[in-house]
Structures are given as structure tokens and as C-alpha cells.
């Protein structure tokens, strides 16, 4: 996206000056005001859902605020770096409960947005060529994104059962195993949470390779197959490089999500969620809505949102720079 | 509603890139549940415009827990019963039934907000934990006289309301108390007699345990945490063990308590009278629908399964029930004082139709309107049981309630007790079901671990 817009403004610029100049001198009240207008809403909106409740949250990381003072926040006394201190304590069960979810997540984070953009990728390049049937079966590929979220991950929540589930009625049918698998307690309860995450994010992974993919010119393709190049060559050296800022974006995006993801957790396990798949947003809201200590899960939040913030700049410094270079 | 509106902001949150999750949740549960409130209060408002609203606007937001088979059966009892409150005093009641899996955020939610409804059950274990939070009316002298004065309350129901020494900001409303429950067809195939101790209760379950048949002595709630916790404590406390000293610090790793909560998981474990498949079971009315179903011989269930069973087919003659027996030597300790309690916030507008609503729902006529379809015992001193037909049953439970049963620790902390305590042993229990051991010391561990964690944040 940043490669777009350096290439596009030395061109555009420079043309547009003088116009915009004599505009302002014609018309100045209108002009002045009206950008400003028409973002007004946008900003008080970003302020009033996202930059209000941040600082609030930030403030709340600083403050006591547990059940004994929930109904008149103002009173909460401070606490200096206490929430942190407390959240960062890895010898103390707090902090040692937090550096695992953050295990969890990181591996549960790294392992989906694999899965799910090797899928993805798969089913694009499956459906590039012109077929019989490829716009029913791009419809069939986008349903797991079309369906309400909740109503998806409840329905794997039936078939992940141990007695009744689907899953393990397909497996014992199938003499794979006995048919008394635990998928949603115990250690299987990663794979299962990977697999429901995996399977709502690929969708996402898919459609946007294959919008990505709509703008790579065919020629290059029929040039590389003349000169020999099969379909695996074809992708490595076309495909892959023509979808590098779509994935760079993509791929940042989906670890954003998976790591934050609350919805696939809250409904998979409901109450009972399992250590293993104990996700780190998951787990701040047990730590601030069990325990009513809304201000060290308000520290744990902020503690999230630098560690994402990091992960983000440096992803981006390291691919920008590298963009920049090729 | 509360989780799907929590659900859906925490969708809106996944179309984003930051990532303060739990603050946004908090501050759009905040706004939706003051929405919801809000509209609910137009809906009043125009109710009382149509009726010519002769008594002015007096009219309370009322959240009812969920008592009967489900949130309608709930919306079907007491609408009569509230309807006969406003012909009796004028006053409308606004009537929202809340599920058990949200009412505690919805709770929560209110008294962070201040839209609150003006009166709300509560579970009793809640009480001295919301009491902390300084937002509801603590029932004082005037208070107490208002609904009917404290005399008229059985001493235990009405000594869970708050911490001791204090003025209650609970009164109960619902009784409940555990009882084992016994499938007396099994029981005289295989000779047995009800059980009196926890061995006896041990050795009835291993005779009627089949695995190959998939027929098990009992069945367990082993995946939730609520009902876990209430067993960690009555069997610590069938061993004399406390959870909090006198000043309110967590004692979780005692012998007593540790030894309580593995005599517990080793039904599952060691005697194996317990299909594994329990560990998943995260309500205590899938344990009841296996009993009534008859795929099990016994259940530990507070009175309000009899709802359950019989809708599940059985009838009343078909089961026993004994108190949930304690081992040879122990405390005669069979269940917590369960139950559900009524309180009022205090940033109500409407302090004394309150009090009255309090007063109508606990005098003796209502209690007896409500005992039998909530399955409820009787919070007042001189009422009879009036749930069963079956007068041992209703005899059995009574005693319980007033005699054998132990108020959970009345401490701010009580909550999370509930729920630190409560998750290690679903988690010890999902270890044992999927083939794990759990040794005394694991236990101790685990107490360990979540002692700390109730330390760190209180």
C-alpha cells in the first residue's frame, strides 16, 4: 500500500498545485471548513469508540478498581505501576497464569494464521483457471465467513463433543480411534481451538488472494509456460512475488486477529475452558470479570496492546525496508 | 442477551487493529446494557401512559434468575404472581429473567454503569460479595421493618445476606439445599440400602457401576466450576477445614481441604463410579438429565432438580433422597445454605415500592405460590415445604436446609474462591478424565496456585 501511494503522488501532485491555489482564493470559508466537516463525524466517532475508551482503560491500569470500588470509579485510590507489578510478577500464580496464556496464544497465533493462509492459498490457486462450477464452489468456500460467528463455533461445539459429537462418531466409524476422544478439555483442546479459528480466518485468507490474484496480467503466465516453466515455478516466481503487498498486509492482519481473538474461546469452551486453550484475551477477561480486579486486567490489556503495537512496527519496518530495496 | 451483546462487541473488536479488548468489551456491555435498560424503561413509560397511569410512574425493573426448566417457564410463573403485586399496591413491575451464565456480568455491569434495575436476585454465595461493592440498600432497622422484619426469615437462609455483623444487603428469597438423590429401582435389584456414610455411598455407586453397559453409579457436573466449588466445600468441610481464617485471608491448602476436594475427584478417579465424559458436563442439569434418564444410579443436586426430573419422564415415587452422606467420623456437613437472595440497588428511584415488592415476595402466601414450581424450599421460619409431594423427600430436604448445611465462607473474596477454586478442579478433572493422575500433591498445587491468585487481587 505504501509502494502505491509513493508512486502515485510525484505524478499527481505536482499537476494539481496551482488549481487547488486558485480555488482557495475564490471560495476560502467553504474551502477551509468543509474537509473538515466532512471528517468530523469519522474523528468524533474514532474518539468516542476508540481513543476515549483507550485512555480510560489506560487510566484504569493505574488505579485500584476492584468490586469495592466498581460503583464510584473516581474513588479507586492509585496504584502507581501495582497492576503491572503484579501482572509481570512471574513467581507469583498472577503472572505466571498470564506468561502461559501468552504462550498459548502465541502458539495458537503463529500455528492458525499458518493453516489458515496455506488454505487459502491452496483454494485460490485451485480456482484461478476457468472451470465449470467455480462460482459455486467460491460460494461454498465463503460460507464459514458468511455465517454468523457464534452460530459457527456452536456448531463445532456439538460436533467436538466426546459422546455425541460428529467428529468423533466420523473417527470411530472410520476404526481411526475408539470414538472416546476429549476434544474440548485436556491437551486436544488447542488442536480444536486452532481448527475452529483456522477454519472461521481461511475464508478471509482465500478472498483476499484471490482479489489479489485477479490483478496479475495472464501474459506473464503464458510467457513463463512457453519458456518451460511449470505450475510450481509458475507460482514461486509469479504468483508469490505479484502477491507480496497483499500479503504482507494479509498476513499482519490475520495475526492482529488471531491473537485477540476472544469470540472462537468464549464459545467453543463457554465457562469451562481448559488451560490449553487458555487465550491471553480470554484470559484478561476472566482476570477483570471473575475476579472483579478490573484494574490489573486493565494492566494485562495495556501490557497486550504494547506487545502488539511492537510486533506490528517492527513487522512493518523490516518488510517496508525490504520493499523499498527491491 | 448479556454474552451476545458481549459477543458482538467483541466482534466489532475483531475488525480492528488495537487490541484493548477487555476495556471495549466492558465499555459496550456498559452502553448496550444502559440501552437496553433505557428502551426497556420507554416500554414502561408508554404502559403507563395507555392505563391512564392514575398512580404516577411507579413502576421497578425487576431481573429474576432463571428458577423453573427455562427462561419462559419463568416469564409464565410470575407474571401472575407480579401482576397480583400491582393490583394489590398499584405498582408495575417490569420483569426481566436473566440466565445463570450472565447474570453475574449483568450484575456487574449495572453497578459499574448505574443503570441498574431496582431489584435483582442474586445467588446467596454472591451476598457479602456484593455487599462489598457498596451499590445496593443494606436492609437497617427501618428497612428491615418495612419488609416484614427479620424474625420472619429461617436464621440461616437469612445469614448468608451479608457479612456477619453487618446489615444484610440480601434477604433470601429461594432455599435450596443438596441431597443425593437415588434411583430406588436399582437400588433393591442390587440389595442395597441408601446410604448412610460416604463409604456406603462409595460401594452402592461401585455395585451399580457398568462401563461395558454404560451404566455408572453417579454422575458429576465435573466440568463446572460452580457446582465444583460448592463440593470442594462441603466435603473440606465434612473434614472441619475452613477456606478463610477469621480475617478474611484464603486458607486453600489445609489437609482438611485438600484431602476434601481428592476425596471428591476420586469418585471419577480412583473409585471410577463416574463416566470420564462427566469432565465436559458444565451444568449441573446434565448430571440431572442422566439420572432421570436413568443411565445413572445417584446424583448430588440441590432440591430444584426435581423440576428436571420429572420432566424427564420420572416420577415422583421413582427416587429417594438421603443427605449427601459425609465419611464414617466426619462432619455431618451435607450442603452449603443454597439459595437465592433479593436485593435492592441503591440508586433506586423508587426506595419504598421496593421494599414493598421485597416484603410481597417474601411473605408466606407468595412463597407458598412459588415453592412448587421453582422447586424452592421455604426461606420463612414457620412455612412447610410445599415442593414435593413426597413427604420424606420434603422432610429430608428441610432438614438439610436447616440443620445440616454450612453458609459458604461469608468473605468479599467469596467470589473468587468461587471461581479459582472451582476452575482448578474442572481442570483436575479434565486431566483425570483424559488419562492423568492427580495426586494429593497436584491438589495442593492447584490450591496453591489459586490461594495466590485471591491473595494477589484482594
Known sequence: MSLATEQASPAASRPAKPKSKRGLEQRPGLNRWLPYALLAPAVLLELFIHIIPMLVGIWMSFVKLTKFFIANWSSAPGVGLGNYKVALDFNNAVGQGLLKSFGVTVVFSLVTVAFSWVLGMAAAVALQPEFRGRGIVRTLFLVPYALPAYAGILTWNFMLQRDTGAVNHVLDQLHLTDGKTFWLIGGNALISLITVAGWKLWTFAFLTLMAGMQSIPRDLYEAASVDGAGNIRQWRNITLPSLRPVNLVLVLVLFLWTFSDFNTPYVLFGTAQPPAGDLITFHIYNASFLTWNFGTGAAMSVLLLIFLMIVTGAYLLVTGRRSRRA | MGPIRLRRSAEARDGTRES??????????????????????????????????STGDQTLTYWASNQGTSLDNDKEVLTPVLQKFTQETGIKVNLEVIGWNDLQTRIQTAITSGQAPDVVNIGNTWAASLQATDAFLPFDGDAMTAIGGKDKFVPTALATGGKEGTDPTSVPLYGLAYGLYYNKAMFAAAGLQPPKTWEEMV???KKLTNPAKNQWGMALAAGSYTENVHFAFINAAQNKADWFNGDGKPTFTGD?????????????????VANPSNAQYDNGTKSVNDFATKKVAMVINQNNADSSIVANGMKAGEYGVVPFPAPAGGEQVASHVAGINLSIFKNTKHKDAALKFVKYMTDAQTQTTLGK?????????????VFTTDAAEAATFQDVYNTKSKPLPLVPAEDQFESTVGKAMNAMFAKIATGGTVTADDVKAALKTAEDQVAASS
Not at chain 2, 27 to 41: D, F, K, P, R
Open chain 2, 20 to 53: 484493548d479488548v477487555r476495556l471495549r468489551s466492558l465499555v459496550a456491555a456498559v452502553a448496550a446494557t444502559a440501552m437496553g435498560i433505557s428502551l426497556a424503561a420507554c416500554g414502561g413509560g408508554d404502559k403507563d401512559d395507555s392505563s391512564g397511569g
Open chain 2, 203 to 205: 460401594a452402592a455407586a
Open chain 2, 256 to 272: 482438611g481441604n485438600v484431602q476434601g476436594v481428592l476425596r471428591y475427584l476420586d469418585l471419577m478417579q480412583k473409585d471410577k
Open chain 2, 373 to 385: 414450581p421453582f422447586s424452592s424450599l421455604p426461606v420463612l421460619k414457620d412455612a412447610k415445604p
